[in-house]
């Protein structure tokens, strides 16, 4: 069924044009029942079908083309969610994983930073998480990782009695979110901004770990994922 949405999100020109075929087709016979006498007798035929049953059936139809309309546009609401977490997937967590594994590592470990907020990739936060981190009793390293498919990249890792525990990634893709959050919020008139701010945050990061989630099952490599939040409690 998510399939199916996300395709008819990309196809919203369907859903417009079932809609006005129905609009059209309900006025057609609203107006066919209203003068239903005076088309009898100007074309000499009579009419077998219930008309007020074809317009009851029409209007169940455009409430469930409504309701559907609302629905796609809930989820163009997170468009730009989705967007990221496919390219952290498909540019980051998938050749990252990929290559450990040729390097040798039978089963990586790659812990992803969840922040409920923002804020909480800024610097001064990821350097907070990182001492942390040192406080239990993790030796954090720097690896510059070289990908066959794509540029090399820096992934944290924390060590523990020279080997390495776990690899630790902090999504600061989600910060190019901050112009679409601006950009909506101030477009809304009258709304007490900061809390619609951080609804709408909230439910962006929501979406984008949810459709990470998705990715990484259907790539079959979710098993070396873990999440953790500012408890650092997954590792």
């Known amino acids: 069924m998510k399939k199916k949405l996300q395709w008819l999100s990309h196809n919203m020109w369907i859903v417009k044009l079932a809609s006005y075929i129905l609009n059209a087709a309900s006025v057609l016979i609203l107006l066919t029942w209203l003068f239903k006498d005076s088309i009898e007798e100007a074309l000499k035929i009579e009419f077998f079908i219930d008309l007020e049953?074809?317009?009851?059936?029409?209007?169940?139809?455009?409430?469930?083309?409504?309701?559907?309309?609302?629905?796609?546009?809930?989820?163009?609401?997170?468009?730009?969610?989705?967007?990221?977490?496919?390219?952290?997937?498909?540019?980051?967590?998938?050749?990252?994983?990929?290559?450990?594994m040729e390097d040798g590592s039978k089963n990586p470990r790659l812990c992803i930073y969840r922040p409920k907020h923002f804020d909480e990739l800024s610097p001064a936060n990821v350097d907070l998480?990182?001492?942390?981190?040192?406080?239990?009793?993790?030796?954090?390293?720097?690896?510059?990782l070289k990908l066959k498919?794509?540029?090399?990249?820096?992934?944290?890792?924390?060590?523990?009695?020279?080997?390495?525990?776990?690899?630790?990634?902090?999504p600061n893709t989600l910060l190019s979110l901050y112009s679409y959050v601006d950009y909506k919020i101030g477009s809304k008139p009258n709304s007490p901004i900061d809390k619609k701010k951080k609804e709408l945050i909230a439910e962006l990061i929501e979406k984008f770990y949810i459709k990470v989630q998705e990715e990484l099952v259907e790539r079959k490599i979710d098993k070396y994922i873990t999440y953790c939040d500012n408890s650092l409690s997954g590792l």
Do not use: C, W
């Not at 455009?62 to 546009?73: H, P, R, Y």
């Open 53 to 100: 049953a074809f317009i009851a059936i029409i209007g169940l139809g455009q409430i469930g083309l409504n309701q559907l309309m609302t629905k796609l546009l809930e989820e163009a609401e997170y468009s730009p969610a989705y967007a990221l977490a496919l390219g952290y997937v498909n540019n980051f967590i998938l050749p990252v994983i990929t290559q450990l």
């Open 129 to 144: 998480v990182k001492a942390e981190l040192v406080n239990k009793k993790y030796e954090l390293t720097e690896l510059n």
């Open 149 to 170: 498919h794509g540029r090399a990249r820096d992934v944290l890792t924390l060590n523990k009695k020279a080997k390495v525990h776990t690899y630790f990634d902090f």
